[in-house]
């Protein structure tokens, strides 16, 4: 009884005690940390506000920022296209802006060129007026900043009479150049709704403020306008506030006010890509937001002692229930102390409560124990299937048992893996040495190589199907991998032996370089036959053969068993084996084709060497016949005092066929050129008839039935190629344009064309293509010929028009000729112009340049020299022709005219002035220039051949009359020795028979080329040449010599036995 009051009352004194202190000081702690999380979700709160109201006003601010610079991209876009219509700016500024209700002012500001520090002084301005924008832009007198370079800008706001304002300017770039602004005036009073609709906490507000620390948004209207330090002096002395937010930093303030504690967090605002921030700041009141929180911590006091009082008299009553079962419990320990657990008994407490649970656990420690003991007896016998259950989850010692069981049990599982991988590592190791001596034994033969490794490899692995495609890269286009063998594999699986890169399966395992492993086959992939049936196979493996990253084969398996991972990275690394070996066969093979086809090229070569030569001389020809043709397509000149002395002029000097014709295509008027091809002496006696007195029957009607469909649909043809056959049978071919000849009322009184002789062209044309089937290569070359001949005949077939009467014919005329042609009086003034030369001369009627001369309009010098020329022209009466000239325009630009200005003479012989037609020649002299280069590459090439080469040439009797020099280094002996010798001395009598030696003349004689290896053996020099005869004919069809080119083929013929 001593004993258990000593116990309660220790109990009482305690826990009672430890109770009260833990009390008092988990009391104080929470109270300070209730106070403290207070404060810090209030800090929490305010930032988490302030990002969120300054992301808002981001978005609000970053709007503008957005459309204003998408804005000045278009313009830039306009701008560098030329387009700078003060209508066109206007409306890509409304469309993109003038929606946005808090622009009230739009300006946009362009300069030819702008570094970045220039202070402008206009601006185009788009005005707003009753809340719309009016109609176009308007000039402002302003002075606009560029100070800021080539980045978006806000300008700090200012007050005016429609609240806050800032302008937004976005700069404009054309090329990469700063070539202006697009600045827009917003007014910030769209910040007051913010504002209002923003709720912060009871007594908090919400500020932005500018860079400058300027209030734009405040929930005192008084402070707007106004900077911080105006409006809160003693805080931005204390914290100097303007200049963190001029940094764009992100702080927070406490402050007091009115003995109140007042919380602010500021959070800058980025506007567009602009240097300068904005910021947002929030402010709560602490006091408010912690009258909660100490309220609180005074009913906590309240409870906590009437909690105390409580606890002392169910402390009191629980330790006289605790005594009792206490010293039972304690028996029992020392019994188990002494690891006697026979010896122990059921205490049998059944109170319901914690002692009745630390009985039974007590109890459930004893059986546990009996337990133990009869687990680890079991152990001890090698039994490591005995099972034993965990009393609890904090069962450390039967845990420990356990992982003691579980760890005996790994390493018997870790002996056996071990012994596993050890069998793996011998069966890859023999497989790879197995598959080496393979790979070296048939490295020469690929479907012996192909079959044998197949073969071995299903047998090795134990699959059932096996299947080995090679990379075929002999054509550089046609790119395939092909089935050299196929173990097991059904016919109509491999009916197709050529697989492309990413075909099925197999391509893409080539494509992706990857390994492809398929457990589940679809059903019509391929089966697996024997003598009982078919079936598919449980999966598929494709591996590439891979070598330098190239793909150089593929091996497919099938098979009934899941492959394991060893057996596919035994095949992968196998595939590196293998792709290093198919690729020295395939460069063996290539070798041996290569050797094979030396010798074919060779002999090839010396006639493509002729047929260079020979087309390179046809492309000489070409050539001088495009200088001919240009010198000949630029006889166009006029000549007339006025309108009908200016017609004439151009009928009687251009070698075209001109004519004018009434609606019944009887002819009205004609060119003097028309005499000679119709034979008649004056255009008089031309006059009045038709195409039926001066063509075949079969031209003329079609010649009628083209011109009477352009009197019915008033439309012509332009650059039509004609075959026109004359009634003495003669033909030509012309180059026909054909128009309309209507009156200023739109009436269609006729028709008027223009034929050009093309007949030169036509055969060079026809010409060009025979030689293009002979030599591709050449082809190209007189193709870029032809086209420029083409180009010449439709800038030439362009210029012809049509008037009624002699006034409107030339009009037609000067208004349809691509050609510049121009009539000047005395004092090389213009009298009348085509209409080509106001885009030349960047004018928009032909009445702005009447009047004016060339000094107006070309540089000094160009102006002078062509008044010298027409000086010259007027007094000697001898015009130029054709004259090319090298012009520099005044943008700097350099084009190349073909120039003709002839005198102006009236019917009496009277020098009135110039007339003259200048053709833009520019692209023919450029191809020129192109073609001359082009030849001086193919003379490279060609001397190129000849240095490597050796070439003689003989008589129709055998004897040498020229041979190169690589042939005279070649033989060691005087060129004069060698010409005049005969065939017959260097020939190989030895494996040439006499009567195959007079068959070989005879073939040549006959303009056969002819091939043959020879023998050489003269002084010292002995040596094997490839040679090949082409026979040269004349321009009548005979061969009047023999070219032979030869080539060394010493040392392929040592290489083949031959000494």
Same mark, same amino acid.
């Given at each position: 009884?001593?004993?258990?009051?000593?116990?309660?009352?220790?109990?009482?004194?305690?826990?009672?005690?430890?109770? @009260?202190?833990?009390?008092?000081?988990? /009391?104080?702690?929470?109270?300070?940390?209730?106070?403290?999380?207070?404060?810090?979700?209030?800090?929490?709160?305010?930032?988490?506000?302030?990002?969120?109201?300054?992301?808002?006003?981001?978005?609000?601010?970053?709007?503008?920022?957005?459309?204003?610079?998408?804005?000045?991209?278009?313009?830039?876009?306009?701008? +560098?296209?030329?387009?700078?219509?003060?209508?066109?700016? =206007?409306?890509?500024?409304?469309?993109?802006?003038?929606?946005?209700?808090?622009?009230?002012?739009?300006?946009?500001?362009?300069?030819?060129?702008?570094?970045?520090?220039?202070?402008?002084? =206009?601006?185009?301005?788009?005005?707003?007026?009753?809340?719309?924008?009016?109609?176009?832009?308007?000039?402002?007198?302003?002075?606009?900043?560029?100070?800021?370079?080539? =980045?978006?800008?806000?300008?700090?706001?200012?007050?005016?009479?429609?609240?806050?304002?800032?302008?937004?300017?976005?700069?404009?770039?054309?090329?990469?150049?700063?070539?202006?602004?697009?600045?827009?005036?917003?007014?910030?009073?769209?910040? /007051?709704?913010?504002?209002?609709?923003?709720?912060?906490?009871?007594?908090?507000?919400?500020?932005?403020?500018?860079?400058?620390?300027?209030?734009?948004?405040?929930?005192?209207?008084?402070?707007?306008?106004?900077?911080?330090?105006?409006?809160?002096?003693?805080?931005?002395?204390?914290?100097?506030?303007?200049?963190?937010?001029?940094?764009?930093?992100?702080?927070?303030? #406490?402050?007091?006010?009115?003995?109140?504690?007042?919380?602010?967090?500021?959070?800058?605002?980025?506007?567009?890509?602009?240097? !300068?921030?904005?910021?947002?700041?929030?402010?709560?009141?602490?006091?408010?937001?912690?009258?909660?929180?100490?309220?609180?911590?005074?009913?906590?006091?309240?409870? %906590?002692?009437?909690?105390?009082?409580? !606890?002392?008299?169910?402390?009191?009553?629980?330790?006289?229930?605790?005594?009792?079962?206490?010293?039972?419990?304690?028996?029992?320990?020392?019994?188990?102390?002494?690891?006697?657990?026979?010896?122990?008994?059921?205490?049998?407490?059944?109170?319901?409560?914690? #002692? +009745?649970?630390?009985?039974?656990?007590?109890?459930?420690?004893?059986?546990?124990?009996?337990?133990?003991?009869?687990?680890?007896?079991?152990?001890?016998?090698?039994?490591?299937?005995?099972?034993?259950?965990?009393?609890?989850?904090?069962?450390?010692?039967?845990?420990?048992?356990?992982?003691?069981?579980?760890?005996?049990?790994?390493?018997?599982?870790?002996?056996?893996?071990?012994?596993?991988?050890?069998?793996?590592?011998?069966?890859?190791?023999?497989?790879?040495?197995?598959?080496?001596?393979?790979?070296?034994?048939?490295?020469?033969?690929?479907?012996?190589?192909?079959?044998?490794?197949?073969?071995?490899?299903? $047998?090795?692995?134990?699959?059932? +199907?096996?299947?080995?495609?090679?990379?075929?890269?002999?054509?550089?286009?046609?790119?395939?991998?092909?089935?050299?063998?196929?173990?097991?594999?059904?016919?109509?699986?491999?009916?197709?032996?050529?697989?492309?890169?990413?075909?099925?399966?197999?391509?893409?395992?080539?494509?992706?370089?990857?390994?492809?492993?398929?457990?589940?086959?679809?059903?019509?992939?391929?089966?697996?036959?024997?003598?009982?049936?078919?079936?598919?196979?449980?999966?598929?493996?494709?591996?590439?053969?891979?070598?330098?990253?190239?793909?150089?084969?593929?091996?497919?398996?099938?098979?009934?068993?899941? @492959?394991?991972?060893?057996?596919?990275?035994?095949?992968?690394?196998?595939?590196?084996?293998?792709?290093?070996?198919?690729?020295?066969?395939?460069?063996?093979?290539?070798?041996?084709?290569?050797?094979?086809?030396?010798?074919?090229?060779?002999?090839?070569?010396?006639?493509?060497?002729?047929?260079?030569?020979?087309? #390179?001389?046809?492309?000489?020809?070409?050539?001088?016949?495009?200088?001919?043709?240009?010198?000949?397509?630029?006889? @166009?000149?006029?000549?007339? +005092?006025?309108?009908?002395?200016?017609?004439?002029?151009?009928?009687?000097? !251009?070698?075209?066929?001109?004519?004018?014709?009434?609606?019944?295509?009887?002819?009205?008027?004609? =060119?003097?050129?028309?005499?000679?091809?119709?034979?008649?002496?004056?255009?008089?006696?031309?006059? /009045?008839?038709?195409?039926?007195?001066?063509?075949?029957?079969?031209?003329?009607?079609?010649?009628?039935?083209?011109?009477?469909?352009?009197?019915?649909?008033?439309?012509?043809?332009?650059?039509?190629?004609?075959?026109?056959?004359?009634?003495?049978?003669?033909?030509?071919?012309?180059?026909?344009?054909?128009?309309?000849?209507?009156?200023?009322?739109?009436?269609?009184?006729?028709?008027?064309?223009?034929?050009?002789?093309?007949?030169?062209?036509? $055969?060079?044309?026809?010409? %060009?293509?025979?030689?293009?089937?002979?030599?591709?290569?050449?082809?190209?070359?007189?193709?870029?010929?032809?086209?420029?001949?083409?180009?010449?005949?439709?800038? $030439?077939?362009?210029?012809?028009?049509?008037?009624?009467?002699?006034?409107?014919?030339?009009?037609?005329?000067?208004?349809?000729?691509?050609?510049?042609?121009?009539?000047?009086?005395?004092?090389?003034?213009?009298?009348?112009?085509?209409?080509?030369?106001?885009?030349?001369?960047?004018?928009?009627?032909?009445?702005?340049?009447?009047?004016?001369?060339?000094?107006?309009?070309?540089?000094?010098?160009?102006?002078?020299?062509?008044?010298?020329?027409?000086?010259?022209?007027?007094?000697?009466?001898?015009?130029?022709?054709?004259?090319?000239?090298?012009?520099? #325009?005044?943008?700097?630009?350099?084009?190349?005219?073909?120039?003709?200005?002839?005198?102006?003479?009236?019917?009496?012989?009277?020098?009135?002035?110039?007339?003259?037609?200048?053709?833009?020649?520019?692209?023919?002299?450029?191809?020129?220039?192109?073609?001359?280069?082009?030849?001086?590459?193919?003379?490279?090439?060609?001397?190129?051949?000849?240095?490597?080469?050796?070439?003689?040439?003989?008589?129709?009797?055998?004897?040498?009359?020229?041979?190169?020099?690589?042939?005279?280094?070649? @033989?060691?002996?005087?060129?004069?020795?060698?010409?005049?010798?005969?065939?017959?001395?260097?020939?190989?009598?030895? $494996?040439?028979?006499?009567?195959?030696?007079?068959?070989?003349?005879?073939?040549?004689?006959?303009?056969?080329?002819?091939?043959?290896?020879?023998?050489?053996?003269?002084?010292?020099?002995?040596?094997?040449?490839?040679?090949?005869?082409?026979?040269?004919?004349?321009?009548?069809?005979?061969?009047?010599?023999?070219?032979?080119? %030869?080539?060394?083929?010493?040392?392929?013929?040592?290489?083949?036995?031959?000494?």
């Amino acid at each position: 009884m001593k004993l258990s009051n000593n116990l309660q009352a220790k109990i009482l004194v305690f826990i009672l005690s430890t109770v @009260l202190i833990v009390f008092v000081i988990v /009391g104080l702690f929470v109270g300070v940390r209730n106070r403290q999380y207070a404060v810090e979700k209030a800090h929490e709160y305010t930032q988490l506000m302030a990002d969120k109201n300054a992301r808002h006003v981001e978005t609000l601010l970053n709007k503008f920022a957005v459309e204003l610079t998408s804005t000045s991209n278009v313009i830039g876009i306009q701008l +560098q296209k030329g387009t700078n219509s003060q209508e066109v700016l =206007s409306e890509i500024i409304k469309s993109n802006l003038s929606k946005n209700p808090e622009i009230s002012e739009l300006r946009l500001t362009v300069a030819s060129k702008l570094l970045g520090n220039e202070l402008l002084t =206009s601006d185009w301005a788009l005005m707003k007026t009753n809340n719309r924008f009016v109609e176009g832009l308007q000039f402002v007198p302003t002075q606009t900043s560029v100070a800021n370079g080539n =980045s978006f800008f806000v300008s700090e706001p200012i007050q005016t009479t429609n609240g806050l304002v800032s302008d937004f300017s976005s700069p404009i770039f054309v090329n990469g150049d700063l070539q202006g602004y697009l600045t827009a005036s917003v007014n910030l009073g769209f910040f /007051g709704t913010f504002i209002k609709e923003s709720y912060i906490f009871e007594g908090g507000f919400i500020t932005v403020m500018s860079n400058s620390g300027v209030f734009v948004a405040h929930s005192n209207s008084g402070f707007l306008g106004k900077k911080f330090s105006e409006n809160f002096p003693i805080e931005e002395k204390e914290w100097n506030v303007e200049s963190k937010v001029a940094k764009g930093s992100q702080f927070e303030l #406490l402050t007091k006010f009115q003995r109140n504690s007042y919380y602010s967090y500021f959070v800058p605002v980025k506007i567009g890509n602009a240097s !300068l921030l904005w910021t947002v700041e929030v402010t709560v009141p602490m006091h408010k937001i912690l009258e909660a929180s100490n309220k609180s911590i005074l009913n906590s006091i309240f409870v %906590a002692l009437i909690g105390f009082v409580i !606890l002392i008299f169910v402390i009191w009553y629980l330790t006289n229930k605790i005594i009792s079962p206490v010293k039972n419990v304690t028996g029992i320990l020392e019994l188990l102390s002494k690891g006697n657990t026979r010896d122990i008994k059921p205490l049998g407490l059944k109170s319901g409560d914690e #002692l +009745q649970l630390m009985s039974d656990s007590l109890e459930k420690v004893v059986d546990g124990l009996r337990v133990t003991e009869g687990f680890a007896l079991g152990i001890g016998k090698g039994n490591l299937t005995e099972k034993y259950e965990l009393l609890s989850s904090d069962d450390q010692l039967g845990r420990a048992l356990l992982n003691m069981r579980d760890s005996l049990k790994h390493s018997r599982e870790e002996e056996e893996k071990r012994k596993r991988e050890e069998e793996i590592r011998n069966w890859a190791t023999q497989g790879i040495a197995k598959f080496a001596e393979i790979l070296r034994n048939d490295s020469n033969q690929m479907k012996k190589l192909g079959y044998n490794l197949t073969e071995n490899l299903v $047998n090795y692995l134990d699959v059932n +199907q096996g299947a080995f495609f090679v990379l075929n890269n002999d054509l550089e286009d046609d790119i395939y991998y092909e089935l050299v063998t196929a173990i097991a594999y059904g016919r109509d699986k491999f009916m197709k032996k050529e697989i492309r890169v990413g075909e099925g399966l197999v391509g893409r395992c080539a494509f992706e370089r990857k390994t492809v492993f398929l457990t589940e086959v679809p059903d019509d992939y391929a089966n697996i036959t024997s003598g009982l049936g078919t079936a598919n196979p449980t999966c598929i493996l494709i591996v590439p053969c891979i070598l330098n990253e190239e793909v150089f084969g593929v091996i497919e398996i099938a098979s009934f068993r899941v @492959l394991q991972p060893y057996e596919i990275e035994f095949v992968e690394k196998l595939g590196e084996s293998i792709a290093a070996t198919i690729s020295n066969v395939k460069i063996n093979e290539k070798t041996s084709k290569l050797l094979a086809a030396s010798q074919h090229q060779s002999e090839e070569l010396a006639a493509q060497e002729e047929e260079l030569r020979q087309n #390179l001389e046809e492309m000489e020809a070409t050539q001088e016949d495009l200088k001919r043709q240009m010198e000949t397509n630029e006889q @166009l000149r006029i000549n007339m +005092q006025q309108q009908a002395a200016l017609l004439d002029s151009l009928l009687n000097s !251009l070698p075209d066929y001109i004519y004018f014709k009434d609606k019944d295509s009887k002819f009205l008027r004609i =060119s003097k050129s028309m005499l000679e091809l119709f034979n008649a002496k004056t255009v008089a006696d031309v006059i /009045g008839k038709s195409d039926f007195d001066y063509h075949t029957p079969e031209n003329a009607r079609k010649f009628y039935e083209d011109e009477q469909n352009i009197i019915r649909n008033k439309k012509g043809i332009t650059d039509q190629l004609q075959k026109e056959v004359m009634i003495d049978g003669s033909y030509k071919w012309m180059s026909v344009t054909k128009l309309p000849l209507i009156t200023e009322e739109g009436d269609c009184i006729g028709t008027f064309g223009i034929s050009k002789d093309v007949t030169v062209l036509k $055969n060079l044309e026809i010409e %060009a293509i025979k030689k293009n089937e002979e030599m591709s290569q050449t082809m190209e070359t007189m193709k870029l010929a032809q086209e420029d001949l083409n180009k010449q005949i439709d800038i $030439n077939s362009k210029m012809r028009e049509n008037e009624k009467r002699q006034n409107a014919l030339l009009d037609a005329l000067l208004n349809s000729l691509p050609d510049y042609i121009y009539f000047k009086d005395e004092q090389s003034r213009f009298l009348k112009i085509s209409k080509s030369l106001i885009s030349l001369f960047g004018a928009k009627t032909v009445d702005d340049v009447i009047g004016k001369s060339d000094f107006d309009y070309h540089t000094p010098e160009n102006a002078q020299k062509y008044f010298d020329d027409e000086l010259k022209i007027m007094q000697t009466r001898k015009g130029i022709v054709n004259q090319l000239q090298r012009e520099i #325009l005044p943008d700097g630009s350099v084009i190349w005219n073909s120039i003709t200005k002839l005198p102006l003479l009236t019917n009496q012989g009277e020098c009135i002035g110039t007339f003259g037609i200048s053709k833009n020649v520019t692209d023919v002299k450029t191809l020129e220039i192109e073609a001359q280069r082009r030849e001086a590459e193919l003379n490279g090439v060609l001397n190129a051949v000849k240095a490597s080469t050796y070439t003689v040439e003989y008589d129709m009797q055998g004897k040498i009359t020229d041979v190169n020099d690589a042939f005279v280094k070649l @033989l060691k002996i005087k060129k004069e020795e060698i010409i005049g010798s005969h065939h017959k001395d260097g020939y190989d009598k030895n $494996n040439i028979s006499e009567k195959e030696y007079k068959q070989f003349w005879t073939d040549l004689k006959q303009g056969k080329i002819c091939h043959q290896k020879n023998h050489l053996q003269i002084n010292d020099v002995e040596v094997w040449l490839s040679e090949t005869y082409t026979p040269i004919k004349d321009s009548e069809g005979n061969v009047d010599r023999i070219f032979k080119i %030869a080539f060394d083929i010493t040392e392929y013929m040592k290489k083949n036995g031959k000494k």
